[in-house]
T-cell receptor
Framework: DAKTTQPPSMDCAEGRAANLPCNHS???????VYWYRQIHSQGPQYIIH???NNETNEMASLIITEDRKSSTLILPHATLRDTAVYYC?????????????FGKGITLSVRP | DAGVIQSPRHEVTEMGQEVTLRCKPI?????LFWYRQTMMRGLELLIY????????DSGMPEDRFSAKMPNASFSTLKIQPSEPRDSAVYFC???????????FGPGTRLTVL
């Protein structure tokens, strides 16, 4: 049972920033927010994760609200290759809740 | 780094046949996961191993499914006998520890006729 809510789809123009929202209002103090994406016919690809501070890596930035009830994944300059299903997952780093539970994700379509 | 390796990439078999899917985790990773993805059920965890020992197999659908990890660099998922409803994409993932970031393989697309 996924603990996150994502809109089913969104699109953005190539070269523009893609901001993907995620709600996780029941997140616990020891649970991280993880983002994966799945490009058609490929395995899920890890993007980024965070606990409460904003995080940035070579792929994306993760902005987590102060109350940690929602977050936004930002792809700063979307390309056509970023078209994929993006999964926001809440996950503990201990015990049974350390499982990755994938929901339906959000389908991002990047248009030329 | 070669990443997680799965074989075969595609498998077509007939109902009743035995199917064996294979996975080689990233070197140095101590945890290995098997997932199944279908249109109806999405991506679901079947079983995971830590240090070659099965820890949680609650996602294994029924006794026809079995998984083994004889050593740190190899795991198999076997379906015997296979049924058409087993048609899906099966992914293997590995991580340093079961609480760490998981890295997925390219998957095996299984079709049971």
């Amino acid at each position: 049972d996924a603990k996150t809510t994502q809109p089913p789809s969104m699109d953005c123009a190539e070269g523009r920033a893609a901001n993907l929202p995620c709600n996780h209002s029941t997140i616990s103090g020891n649970e991280y927010v993880y983002w994966y994406r799945q490009i058609h016919s490929q395995g899920p690809q890890y993007i980024i994760h965070g606990l409460k501070n904003n995080e940035t890596n070579e792929m994306a930035s993760l902005i987590i609200t102060e109350d940690r009830k929602s977050s936004t994944l930002i792809l700063p300059h979307a390309t056509l290759r970023d078209t994929a299903v993006y999964y926001c997952i809440v996950r503990s780093n201990t015990g049974a809740n350390s499982k990755l539970t994938f929901g339906k994700g959000i389908t991002l379509s990047v248009r030329p | 780094d070669a990443g997680v390796i799965q074989s075969p990439r595609h498998e077509v078999t007939e109902m009743g046949q035995e199917v064996t899917l294979r996975c080689k985790p990233i070197s140095g990773h101590n945890s290995l996961f098997w997932y199944r993805q279908t249109m109806m059920r999405g991506l679901e965890l079947l079983i995971y191993f830590n240090n070659n020992v099965p820890i949680d197999d609650s996602g294994m659908p029924e006794d026809r499914f079995s998984a083994k990890m004889p050593n740190a660099s190899f795991s198999t998922l076997k379906i015997q006998p296979s049924e058409p409803r087993d048609s899906a994409v099966y992914f293997c993932a590995s991580s340093l520890d079961h609480t760490d970031t998981q890295y997925f393989g390219p998957g095996t697309r299984l079709t049971v006729l």
